[in-house]
């Protein structure tokens, strides 16, 4: 667990992350081990790793609202929850004091075999998410290249992928750290399906420009 300015930032691995201020938010729940419940959950794209629909289930009640890709709306069925909202990147939604502006998060350069075409395709819409909370900026960068809707975003914190294949790798993801100018970088998109925490120490060994701070994963 870390703590920036009185929100706790827990990683529950791949891209699972708690963020807890005045609201508990979940992003992209998957493999979440605790039963715990969120007030707003983030959605960043429609694969199974991010919108997973058990994982969602289980950390949603009637009162959670959900914020998700446009892409995963129609996913999101059968199960209670206060409400659902599609987002688009670009847009920005308010919930409970709380606001989320979707960043597009796209691949430039990480080509599936079978398709010829991109894993995260820039016309699907796939998205990050800058989160504005408790006099904070959270920049949660989703499946992603280095892109340039990511230049100059000036976040406090930056949740990045590290882990290559579907995503930036280490080297690339501290290149971009010098686009995002955070105050504070965390490695993110590793240990579960591809990657490991070399890539995560790979990656602070090459970051200058902020700290960086790995978060053990919650068991």
Not at 14 to 36: C, R, W, Y
Not at 122 to 148: C, Q, R, W
Not at 149 to 168: C, K, N, Q
Request: with cysteine.
């Amino acid at each position: 667990m870390f703590e920036y300015k009185g929100v706790k930032i827990r990683w529950l691995g791949h891209d699972s992350f708690v963020l807890t201020g005045n609201v508990k938010i979940m992003t992209d729940p998957f493999k979440i081990a605790k039963q715990e419940k969120a007030d707003l959950i983030l959605i960043s794209h429609n694969h199974f790793d991010h919108c997973n629909i058990d994982d969602i289930k289980n950390v949603s009640t009637e009162k959670t609202v959900i914020i998700s890709a446009n892409e995963c709306i129609d996913m999101l069925k059968g199960f209670a929850f206060k409400e659902k909202i599609g987002i688009s990147p670009g847009q920005e939604k308010t919930v409970s004091g709380v606001v989320i502006k979707a960043i597009p998060a796209y691949n430039v350069s990480k080509i599936n075999p079978d398709t010829k075409k991109p894993f995260h395709p820039k016309e699907d819409g796939k998205v990050g998410f800058l989160v504005s909370m408790n006099g904070i900026t959270i920049y949660h960068a989703g499946d992603t290249d280095m892109i340039p809707e990511m230049s100059d975003l000036r976040p406090d914190i930056a949740l990045v992928p590290v882990s290559g294949t579907y995503v930036m790798t280490a080297q690339e993801a501290a290149k971009a750290i010098e686009k995002i100018k955070p105050k504070i970088a965390i490695p993110m998109h590793y240990g579960t399906i591809v990657g490991s925490e070399k890539d995560a120490h790979d990656f602070k060994q090459m970051i200058k420009s902020c700290d960086v701070h790995i978060i053990a994963k919650e068991q």
